[in-house]
């Protein structure tokens, strides 16, 4: 089966074609960055205009690459929800479009369940899939939370704890914001942590112990904001230390609720996706401390952790194959259908 997939749930239009083993013939994404940038943010009008822009030449990529045409698809997965409603919108509509001139059922699949898939995805090299249940640690731009998966229904998809307020991705481009990095400041901070020394400041992130699977991120990213506004923006190695003292607690603390988690569930393999996977000492950190701990850690590579839309085929092809279809009245949502148990806010529990 072939399904070809579309993704517009944020600041990237991407189209792919997976097979419904996971293996992907093409992955095409459409970066908006430029477009956001200088506004050092995402501007969701923008964001739907670019859509609107670049599907057709997306979708037309991601063919060619594949070396298919669209009659030879099985079926449309869609992002349908969680993200910015104008941006599903479009992709939605366009996936309907396509459904409806080929007479290909259409499917909609919830962002956050792609990014959870993503270590199925074989590209080229082949590697060993997950086996259920597994924990999997759920790190992007809006969305940070540890679960645990017995099936790809979300009914089966259980959270175990979440952050309390910003994801980590949020922590990471706000602190690069506060540093003068740009947007997105993930990459840009996992660049030049590489050169730095991680106990040089003295940062923590709260609720750092494993009693509770709950984080906060918010609490760090507040003493970094106090300690530019005392002593300046670091430049040169004081920089590289900054950004290497932040991303160590940030990582450490990921990694720790993480391995806390499958233990607890007693479960052996390990899953981490979304964009902040790409992180090069929180992909070394979680690996070692699997290994540590006789767990075994899949780490998808890093074109299948940032968004993209193989990962909402092949979770569409998994739809697709138990017969699961929408209809026309498929809608753009900006909730997803995972369980929340994590409240936001401080406080005791
Ligand atoms: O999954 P994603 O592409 O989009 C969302 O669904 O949010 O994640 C984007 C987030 C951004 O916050 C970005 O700064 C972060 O992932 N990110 C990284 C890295 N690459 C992307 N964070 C840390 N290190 C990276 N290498
Ligand atoms: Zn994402």
């Keep these: ?71 030879d698809v099985d079926g449309v997965a869609v992002t349908n929800r969680p993200g910015l409603v104008g941006a599903l919108l479009v992709g939605v509509q366009f996936a309907k479009g396509l459904a409806w001139a080929t007479g290909k059922p259409i499917v909609g699949v919830d962002h956050l369940v792609g ?52 994801a980590a991705g949020e922590a990471f481009d706000k602190v690069a914001k506060l540093f003068g990095l740009g947007y997105p400041g993930g990459p840009a901070i996992d660049r030049l942590a590489r050169g730095g020394r991680p106990d040089r400041y003295e940062w923590t992130v709260p609720m750092r112990g494993t009693s509770s699977l709950e984080m906060s991120f918010s609490g760090l990213k507040t003493q970094i904001m106090q300690h530019v506004a005392k002593n300046g923006v670091p430049e040169g190695d004081d920089l590289a230390d900054a950004c290497a003292s932040f991303q160590a607690q940030v990582t450490f603390v990921l990694t720790r609720k993480l391995v806390a988690a499958a233990t607890r569930e007693g479960v052996r393999d390990v899953v981490i996706g979304g964009g902040v996977a790409a992180n090069r000492e929180l992909r070394e950190r979680v690996v070692a401390a699997c290994k540590d701990r006789g767990l075994v850690a899949h780490v998808p590579e890093i074109a299948s952790c940032t968004d993209n839309a193989a990962m909402i085929a092949y979770a569409g092809a998994v739809l697709l194959g138990r017969g699961v279809r929408d209809d026309w009245a498929l809608a753009a949502s900006s909730k997803t259908l995972l369980p929340r148990a994590t409240r936001k806010g401080g406080g005791a529990r």
């Design 115 to 166: 990014h959870l898939v993503a270590s199925f995805l074989q590209r080229d090299t082949p590697h060993p899939v997950p086996s259920l249940p597994f924990v999997a640690l759920l790190v992007s731009g809006g969305h940070t939370a540890i679960y645990r998966v017995d099936g790809l229904d979300p009914s089966l998809i259980r959270e175990l704890g979440a952050t309390r307020d910003d």
């Design 1 to 71: 089966m072939l399904v070809l997939g579309i993704e517009s749930s944020c600041d990237e239009t991407a189209c792919a074609v997976v097979t419904e083993t996971g293996r992907v013939l093409s992955d095409v994404v459409q970066s908006q960055v430029a477009t956001h940038a200088p506004f050092g943010g995402i501007v969701p009008e923008l964001a739907s205009r670019d859509h609107l822009k670049n599907a057709r030449f997306v979708v037309r990529d991601a063919l060619s690459r594949a070396g298919v045409s669209l009659g």
